[in-house]
T-cell receptor, first 115, second 113 residues
Framework: AQKVTQAQTEISVVEKEDVTLDCVYE???????LFWYKQPPSGELVFLIR??????QNEISGRYSWNFQKSTSSFNFTITASQVVDSAVYFC????????????FGAGTRLAVHP | NAGVTQTPKFRVLKTGQSMTLLCAQD?????MYWYRQDPGMGLRLIHY???????AKGEVPDGYNVSRLKKQNFLLGLESAAPSQTSVYFC????????????FGQGTRLTVV
């Protein structure tokens, strides 16, 4: 069975701090895809990144970076120099090939960035 | 581009009432989905469709029905609403290939009293 665990329910930081959101997944498939989505207070879901299981390179996009480690089944997300606009709920998700792009979501981590 | 549009955005129902949530996408996507979001549980798949005229059950299908008569529309029906169906409902769509990302609507907040 597939499962995604985001153990951090809520994180609170002060602006300009770095913060890492943890994501641990379980799957028996050798090929799979991992995603991060952001849900700001307005409620919509915003796609951030997709990573396939064969690509273990870390990725950086501006202040955002992702660390994918198959050995520990983790796909962690770091925000550098956090800003108030980063305040949101962040979801990690998993899908598998041939699975019609159905997503298995973690419970989400609520990030509050205070001025 | 409108993307994925859900109507209505808010609704309050009494127990036992029925309603239909409408999802429309203008990206010509093959796949469409209905998820529900509950506190502490993330999003869970209710039903999905891999093409016009097809539907399939997801993780939590009980109490819901769906239809996809046109490729661009995916309807979610509640025949007899229960308080346990109080949730935020999200529709999503994706192209029919290669595990690309899903595009989500703005959500429908449903309260059943």
């Amino acid at each position: 069975a597939q499962k995604v665990t985001q153990a951090q329910t809520e994180i609170s930081v002060v602006e300009k701090e770095d913060v890492t959101l943890d994501c641990v997944y379980e799957t028996r498939d050798t090929t799979y895809y991992l995603f991060w989505y952001k849900q700001p207070p307005s409620g919509e879901l915003v796609f951030l990144i997709r990573r396939n299981s064969f690509d273990e390179q870390n990725e950086i996009s501006g202040r955002y970076s992702w660390n994918f480690q198959k050995s520990t089944s983790s796909f962690n997300f770091t925000i550098t120099a956090s800003q108030v606009v980063d305040s949101a709920v962040y979801f990690c998700a998993l899908s598998k090939p041939g699975g019609y792009n159905k997503l298995i979501f973690g419970a989400g981590t609520r990030l509050a960035v205070h001025p | 581009n409108a993307g994925v549009t859900q109507t209505p955005k808010f609704r309050v129902l009494k127990t036992g009432q029925s309603m239909t949530l409408l999802c429309a996408q203008d990206m010509n996507h093959e796949y469409m989905y209905w998820y529900r979001q509950d506190p502490g549980m993330g999003l869970r798949l209710i039903h999905y469709s891999v093409g016009e005229g097809t539907t399939a059950k997801g993780e939590v299908p009980d109490g819901y029905n769906v239809s996809r008569l046109k490729k661009q529309n995916f309807l979610l029906g509640l025949e007899s609403a229960a308080p346990s169906q109080t949730s935020v409902y999200f529709c999503a769509s994706s192209p029919g290939y290669l595990n690309t990302e899903a595009f989500f609507g703005q959500g429908t907040r449903l309260t059943v009293v």
